[in-house]
């Protein structure tokens, strides 16, 4: 007798108010939670979440903002912008500054006005400092001339003022003038400078981070020469700016760092040295390749696959790709 087929329907999906019920659960991982769920909510969803957001415990809130960033950040289908430009609003600074991050990839221009509202007044730091780097973001988009340009200078007078200000904190100061470096106006290389000079080390990391970020090779001597730095934050600012400025001249020493214990060194070496590309720097990253280290060796093969699109061969295969250029060597 044959057996009769049994019909596999597929699991339903949880509704929202399940899984707000199950986030109100303290007992429950939110790694367990479908999350997902709360993707692209409503006027009505949102307006269930926040019911449930009161409800919960301060621990529990900063856990369930955590995630949902992540989320955003792991999966492209999911979008919990509603959230996080409500969540701008919320008593606690750390779930403020942490919904910023969440709205990291949002090019809506419309974010422009809170963003410069919490740069301006928000009463803490890290989310004054959270908004002027996303700010970053908006007068990149103006350099690009892919926004309005008077947006774009309301964005950069903002900024240009928060650094103005002497008595903001170096926590601020140091993002806003990183989130200028994209400007091209002619005071920017001065302010760059004069961070450089600055007694507070981590004012002077975000002169180097600036410098490469401002694709300007006017920098490349100072940090071929913080490449050597005693500090390690520091070498590894250099080395991220030499990729970014492409230096050529940087690639012996990257390629030294990838003998360093200090994984954080290591792989940014790595990514410098795709940037950077060359023979030399292709065949530091195809022995790294080989390594016994996992991470070590995806971060060589993701600096490859970016060499190669640089060079515009993205199209061919990775192996493929290697003989082809071998031969050139």
């Known amino acids: 007798m044959t057996p009769t087929a049994r019909t596999i329907r597929p699991r339903s999906r949880p509704s929202v108010g399940s899984v707000l019920a199950e986030v109100s659960d303290s007992s429950r991982s939110l790694n367990t939670v479908d999350l997902a769920v709360l993707s692209d909510l409503t006027q009505d969803g949102l307006n269930q979440f926040k019911e449930t957001w009161a409800a919960l415990s301060a621990s529990r809130r900063r856990a369930l903002m955590e995630r949902l960033v992540e989320l955003s950040e792991e999966r492209i289908d999911v979008y919990f912008r509603r959230i996080f430009q409500w969540a701008l609003e919320d008593a606690d600074p750390w779930v403020r500054a942490k919904a910023i991050d969440g709205l990291w990839e949002v090019e809506d221009v419309l974010l422009i006005g809170p963003f410069i509202r ?56 140091r993002r806003v003038l990183e989130a200028l470096a994209y400007s091209a106006s002619p005071n920017v290389p001065a302010l760059i400078q004069q961070a450089y000079e600055d007694e507070d080390p981590d004012m002077r990391l975000s002169a180097v981070f600036a410098m490469g970020r401002s694709a300007d090779t006017r920098w490349g001597e100072i940090v071929l020469q913080e490449l050597s730095s005693d500090d390690p934050a520091m070498r590894y600012e250099a080395a991220r700016a030499s990729g970014e400025l492409e230096l050529a001249e940087a690639v012996p020493e990257l390629i030294r760092m990838l003998d360093q214990d200090d994984v954080d060194l290591r792989n940014i070496a790595v990514w410098s040295l795709g940037r950077i590309g060359g023979p030399a720097a292709r065949r530091a990253l195809e022995a790294c390749c080989d390594s016994d280290d996992p991470d070590l060796a995806d971060a060589a093969e993701e600096a490859l696959e970016e060499l190669a699109f640089m060079s515009g061969d993205d199209q061919l295969p990775g192996l493929l790709w290697f003989d082809l250029h071998d031969a050139d060597d």
């Open 118 to 173: 919490l740069l301006q007044s928000d009463p803490a730091a890290e989310v004054r400092a959270a908004a002027a780097q996303s700010l970053g973001r908006f007068l990149l988009l103006g350099e690009l001339e892919e926004m309005d340009q008077a947006l774009a200078a309301g964005v950069e007078a903002a900024l240009q003022a928060a650094y103005a200000n002497s008595a903001e904190e170096v926590s601020v100061r």
